[in-house]
């Protein structure tokens, strides 16, 4: 597997990561996707579904600054394409969109992660979603490997 951080040096507002699975785009679908699988790379689904225009919550141990609640609410949903979501973390005041983008590619599947809406005042933000992305992004892929 190969992780592709797309975000621009400068870029404050969005981060953006591309990584290629060697797996058909119905098989990484269901792992963005099943409540169960994303407890298992993202974060647990405590309430709701993520079906169109549905909205869920995900939740995680807590820790100072954070209460562990991301408020989520589908904002687009066209399997096996593309899934997008608000991203509104807790007692953070982060406020954000989530977007999911996967294309079919010879091997796999070309899979695009995005989260946008970052404010200049949230760089620690920022780079705490940075980090974040690439250590979920890391499980994921043994993730679709076993399911």
């Not at 951080?5 to 591309?18: H, L, S, V």
């Not at 405590?46 to 869920?56: N, R, T, Y």
């Not at 974040?132 to 992004?137: A, F, R």
Request: glycine share 10%; aromatic share 8%.
């Amino acid at each position: 597997m190969t992780i592709t951080d797309k975000t621009p040096p400068a870029q404050t507002d969005r981060i953006a990561f591309e990584v290629e699975l060697r797996h058909p785009p119905a098989k990484v679908w269901r792992a963005i996707t099943d409540p169960v699988l994303l407890a298992e790379w993202l974060l647990p689904v405590v309430k709701g579904h993520l079906g169109p225009g549905a909205s869920f919550v995900l939740q995680t141990t807590p820790f100072p600054g954070w209460d562990g609640t991301v408020h989520c609410t589908v904002l687009e949903h066209e399997p096996p394409r593309r899934l997008r979501y608000g991203w509104v973390v807790g007692d953070m005041t982060l406020d954000t969109v989530v977007t999911f983008v996967l294309e079919e590619t010879p091997g796999g599947t070309r899979l695009s992660i995005e989260q946008s809406g970052f404010k200049p005042t949230q760089a620690q933000n920022f780079g705490g979603a940075r980090y974040g992305w690439k250590m979920m992004i890391g499980r994921l892929e043994g993730l679709v490997d076993r399911a």
